[in-house]
């Protein structure tokens, strides 16, 4: 087909995905997008079928964390489309680069009450950073090409496309839209003197750095501005592995929503150095209450306003350039006060690595987890009491190798999330770390898994419950309810989808059975029972720690 010959137009938004890269699609397909589907088979994307739009949209989004290309998903109209919106809106709060597509009703039909319609567009506007309609063939490439470069672009998050039945098969001679790469400025010399002045003059001054280090490539210049400054570093839970954990100034992952150890440092710091961190990491009233310490936000984007977050100097541009910059005009800091803080949460760590106690404490079981995996492989995190113990206890090295959803924070991410890990990097060991309940909210997917040939461990914190909402019960009222279920066998469950089942009988068995299931080259699920009497323990601790502050 050449540049202008007619065509479809359902062939011609093929063609404009295609311009963008796009190497999958994660959807289900329906009546109202039959032409799309037919045409995408004349391309080079794979459409990868999901069992439910919510695995697609998941799919999706974490594909975006990873690469930092839009991930691409796909629905019919109504229930397919209300199906996508969780994984949507987790994306776009935080900031993972997606485009979802959904099929509509002809536009015939959309002033009226009429089969499965439901105003799309409209409803994808709250949670998207674009949400468009293709009314007409003609549009298509602009729309395309807004919706990938919003998606793309800082802060990068969700943007949907509504697709008209009628419309996708009128006839339209057009062509994608050429792309030519975006480059960051640099943040005005001012604002990097200013910072600079600000930490040379502090007395002590953190780091607490977000996910847009990551999204930015910025975590070398990070490592390398922390160490000159001599300037400790905490990061978010999405920021996990920005710089080295064995760097002597990492003090480890912050925003258990309660004082741990790293707020201990926050507290006693005078200059906050904020680096690209977004407020729904961590809220800030969490870290700052007081609301007397200097702020400094670097970020490619000026910082959100929030009554503990008004920031003193803001460095906007790339942050690789304001790293670098800042980093030759302060003076490097001496001493090593927080260095006490890593020391304790390092204890911490390794406290219970020979507990042979049964059910599994959390911290046992991390610690065999990262004794089973590599440095380069990715756990992807789901949402609950096991993500908190994840996020605080679970070393890592490199970043984008432990995925946390924490600003929507939607359960089931999970396993959809280790099926994108694995397609957008083949040849590393991907692990999904669930909960019982997040588990079965996607588990379905572990079909779409096994029909691709893919091979990952699903490790499930068994609880039989809502661990997470248990714990702040308890915390909040001294007693729990509505929080405790009963659960299928999940070893039979895997292995009536054909994957391989295991269950942890006794707490030596969880690291010999990781490395088995690691090396089993297929879907693997590991039922392990969690001591979640830790969770009490954890929040006692922290508690009598902020009071010796
Ligand atoms: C889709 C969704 N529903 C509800 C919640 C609220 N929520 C947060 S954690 C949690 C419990 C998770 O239980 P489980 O998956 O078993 O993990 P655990 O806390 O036991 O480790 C719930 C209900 C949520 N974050 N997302």
Not at 19 to 40: K, Q
Not at 307 to 326: F, K, M, N, Q, T
Not at 435 to 452: H, K, P, V, W, Y
Request: net charge negative; with cysteine; glycine share 6%.
């Amino acid at each position: 087909m050449t540049a202008s010959a007619t065509m479809n137009a359902s062939q011609l938004f093929t063609r404009c995905i295609e311009n963008e890269g796009v190497e999958y699609i994660f959807g289900i397909p329906g009546e109202e997008n039959l032409a799309l589907m037919d045409a995408l088979e004349e391309s080079s994307i794979r459409f990868i079928i999901t069992r439910h739009e919510q695995g697609a949209a998941f799919m999706a989004d974490v594909y975006g964390r990873l690469t930092g290309r839009a991930g691409v998903c796909m629905s019919t109209l109504g229930p397919g489309a209300t199906n996508l919106l969780t994984p949507v809106a987790d994306a776009n709060m935080d900031h993972a680069p997606l485009v979802a597509i959904a099929g509509q009703a002809g536009t015939d039909r959309l002033h009226k009450e009429s089969h499965q319609v439901l105003d799309l567009q409209a409803l994808y506007t709250p949670i998207t950073k674009y949400s468009s309609q293709l009314l007409t063939p003609n549009i298509i490439p602009e729309v395309v090409r807004k919706a990938f470069k919003n998606a793309q672009m800082e802060k990068t998050g969700a943007c949907f496309i509504e697709f008209p039945e009628n419309i996708a098969s009128m006839p339209v001679t057009d062509e994608p839209l050429r792309i030519f790469p975006h480059h960051t400025p640099e943040a005005a010399l001012e604002s990097i003197s200013h910072a600079a002045a600000l930490i040379s003059a502090a007395r002590l001054p953190i780091i607490l750095a977000g996910n847009g280090v990551i999204r930015s490539g910025a975590c070398n210049q990070l490592a390398l501005f922390a160490e000159q400054l001599n300037i400790p570093l905490a990061n978010t839970f999405m920021a996990k592995g920005v710089i080295p954990f064995k760097h002597p100034c990492a003090l480890g992952t912050v925003g258990l929503q309660t004082a741990d150890y790293v707020n201990v440092g926050l507290s006693n710091a005078d200059v906050i150095i904020c680096i690209g961190y977004d407020l729904v990491e961590y809220h800030p009233h969490l870290w700052h209450p007081t609301r007397d310490r200097t702020i400094i936000h670097i970020d490619k984007s000026a910082a959100e306003v929030d009554a503990c977050y008004i920031s003193e100097a803001d460095v906007i541009g790339d942050i690789r350039h304001s790293l670098l910059r800042i980093m030759e005009l302060a003076t490097p800091h001496v001493g090593e006060r927080m260095r006490p803080l890593r020391h304790a949460l390092v204890e911490e760590m390794d406290q219970h690595c020979d507990d042979q106690s049964y059910p599994v404490k959390p911290q046992k079981i991390i610690w065999d987890l990262r004794t089973a995996m590599d440095l380069d492989d990715i756990v992807i995190c789901d949402v609950g009491a096991h993500k908190l113990w994840m996020a605080r206890m679970f070393r890592c090295e490199k970043p984008n190798t432990c995925v946390i959803s924490n600003g929507f924070a939607s359960m089931g991410i999970s396993v959809p999330g280790a099926i994108a890990a694995k397609l957008a990097f083949p040849d590393r060991t991907i692990v999904a770390v669930t909960g019982d309940a997040g588990f079965l909210m996607n588990s379905q997917e572990i079909e779409t898994a096994l029909r691709l040939k893919l091979a990952f461990v699903i490790l499930i914190w068994n609880d039989k419950g809502f661990g997470l909402i248990e714990w702040k019960q308890l915390n909040t009222y001294g007693r729990s309810t509505n929080v405790h279920f009963e659960n299928p066998n999940f070893v039979t469950y895997a292995e009536s989808f054909g994957a391989k089942g295991y269950r942890i009988e006794r707490t030596e068995d969880l690291l010999p059975t990781l490395n088995k299931a690691l090396a089993d080259n297929t879907v693997s699920v590991i039922d392990c029972p969690v001591d979640y009497g830790e969770n009490l323990k954890l929040t006692g601790k922290l508690g009598e720690m902020v009071c010796q502050i």
